[in-house]
């Protein structure tokens, strides 16, 4: 099946069997997983090949607003987000080095045609409070996002941001997980 032969159903139903996926085996890990988006996004390309929907890992930097443009003062902070540096700072090389994923954000693209897709937005809000301590003021985001950026426009304020060097480590990440409950095969196309 071509991915512009899904119906909104169709991702619908692709996006619940994902998440639950993602949820049983980040509980069977001992994770939270509201904190998984590794987890949800490999569950997510599982549930999108047995569909023959080819997909691909992403992760870098991610970025929502936390509060509505009217309630912006300019003094708190307008955004949540996952940011993406580098591993030049000791706490990303640690975390690495350790087996854990640094500051990132991991999501899904689809190919031909590409559309970007994030099962796990729906936790930010609580993400965001448990992170930072901060309340999500604005409006919640969507319970997932399925968007074609060459056609749809992002919602305003709204950055996804892949970077080369944070997709390998979340790929170091995934085959450090082959004795998951969940065995999740990758495709990497060009890489």
Known sequence: MAYGDLTELDRHKIVAEARKLGEDWAKSLGWDPES?????SLALIDRLKRREVDAILQAGSA???RIRPDQDDGKILSHFSYVWGDLTTSESLFMVLA???PEMHVWVAVLDPLAIVDITIKYWPKQCKKCTGMDWLGDSPPDYVWLHPDIE???EGVVYEPNETAIQIALLMADSLDDSPHK???KISGR
């Open 36 to 40: 998984c988006c590794l987890l949800h």
């Open 63 to 65: 970025s929502w607003p």
């Open 99 to 101: 087996g854990r994923m």
């Open 153 to 155: 426009k992002w919602p």
């Open 184 to 186: 999740v095969q990758r």
